[in-house]
């Protein structure tokens, strides 16, 4: 179904469009749309934080090396990559808000498989999920662009931090419920399926007002198309591209190994889990307000470097710090996290005259943008069992805060993806 959405003249840095006079919102309602948005944003990484809390209990229980065990934690980021490009295809024979229903769908029935005794099941619930999240990763900005023409920054922030914030919450509270309700892994990995149920039923109110809507209000727009080869050509979408991954990359590195890093330094499994929230809770402040910063400036260069540069500051205090200080670093790369990925859907659609635009920009960048990150979680984990320490592989993603930090500087020129060729 088309988006019924038109331009509207804005200042430099700032391609935002203006519903029509029946407006998506007014027919689904505020409190609805907000809320869907949350629950949607909650939903995107509950599977990464909470495999990653019990993985030492899961290769205990199987008997897995590293290789097979990384199926949890680097099988779905591939997911990410390989399947979101089927997101501006699907986008063209059902409205954005069905087909996020339908994600969410995915991400319910795979984390609830993850509750079954098998191997198997266990993994194919995993990245089943991981394709839900694909798809619904890439369309995320655009429901906020359809449902909040103007108030891009604020409701991307929002997002973005509930996006930020649900890895840690699953890796932080897993090992407390499974200690107070369930004793038992598996049932506990199951019981994450709640939150998607509730998703599901949100995003379920939304599509059926948001269709009713589209069916009665006039087109102003053509309906997505695949990927536009103009953003193929255009040098500001690679550095957009560029940023989403390497940003991605720091991100499900540390999701994945940084509770590790602090068990092999004596932690317990609770406090190192701990630490993954303080670094998800801290990127709420930087998810929260950098959109709204980024929207408000004619060019985001500089706000892109110094996001960087928190992460950068949190990288060195894990590699040459010891564990007391632990919490301060973690924060630290949480407020540098938080800051790239708002950043990172921020500039999709600042970059992007049109809906359709954004769609194919942000299905590239991250279609693109999560297979360069799978690499992240592997190559520390291989350097890691290569050298017997953390030292390599921590200075080997201080060295990809390079050219994340120039494709920042690039992306965050006021030049829309379509001209800049």
Excluded: K
């Amino acid at each position: 179904m088309a988006a019924r959405v038109c331009l509207v003249n804005r200042p430099p840095g700032s391609a935002v469009v203006r519903a029509s006079p029946a407006t998506p919102l007014s027919a689904v309602g505020t409190g609805s749309a907000v809320l869907a948005v949350v629950l949607l944003g909650l939903n995107l990484r509950l599977v990464f934080g909470s495999a990653s809390a019990v993985i030492t209990e899961i290769r205990e229980a199987y008997q897995l090396g590293a290789g097979s065990a990384a199926l949890l934690t680097t099988g779905p980021v591939v997911c990410l990559g390989i399947f979101a490009i089927a997101a501006a295809r699907i986008v063209r024979r059902w409205s954005v808000p069905a087909v996020i229903t339908g994600c969410l769908l995915l991400v319910l029935l795979g984390t609830a498989l993850r509750g079954t005794p098998w191997w198997p099941v266990l993994v194919g619930g995993t990245l089943l999920a991981g394709i839900g999240i694909a798809v619904a990763n890439v369309l995320g900005p655009i429901l906020v662009r359809l449902l909040f023409p103007h108030r891009i920054g604020p409701m991307t922030g929002l997002f973005t931090a509930m996006v930020s914030a649900s890895a840690g919450i699953a890796s932080g509270a897993t090992i407390p419920i499974d200690d107070a309700l369930f004793h038992n892994w598996r049932a506990t990995l199951l019981a994450w399926a709640f939150p998607a149920v509730l998703a599901v039923l949100a995003l379920t109110l939304i599509t059926l007002r948001y269709n009713r809507f589209s069916q009665s209000a006039p087109a102003t727009v053509s309906t997505f198309p695949r990927w536009q080869s103009e953003v193929l050509r255009s040098p500001v979408a690679w550095a957009a591209t560029g940023f989403m991954g390497m940003q991605s990359l720091l991100a499900y590195s540390m999701i994945a190994w940084l509770p590790t890093i602090y068990r092999d330094r004596g932690l317990t499994a609770e406090h190192a889990g701990l630490l993954l929230t303080a670094l998800s809770v801290s990127s709420i402040a930087t998810a929260l307000t950098v959109p709204i910063l980024a929207t408000r400036l004619p060019r985001q260069s500089v706000l892109a470097v110094g996001v960087v540069a928190l992460s950068v500051a949190g990288l060195i205090g894990v590699l040459t710090a010891g564990t007391g200080t632990a919490v301060l670093w973690a924060v630290l790369l949480g407020l540098g996290q938080g800051g790239q990925l708002s950043l990172a859907l921020t500039l999709i659609n600042l970059r992007s005259p049109t809906a359709s635009t954004a769609t194919s920009l942000s299905s590239m960048a991250q279609s693109i943008g999560y297979l360069v990150a799978a690499l992240g979680p592997l190559a520390a984990g291989a350097l890691r069992s290569a050298t017997g320490s953390w030292t390599l592989p921590l200075v080997a993603l201080l060295l990809v805060m390079v050219p994340l930090a120039l494709c920042g500087w690039w992306a965050g020129r006021n030049v829309p993806a379509s001209e800049d060729r």
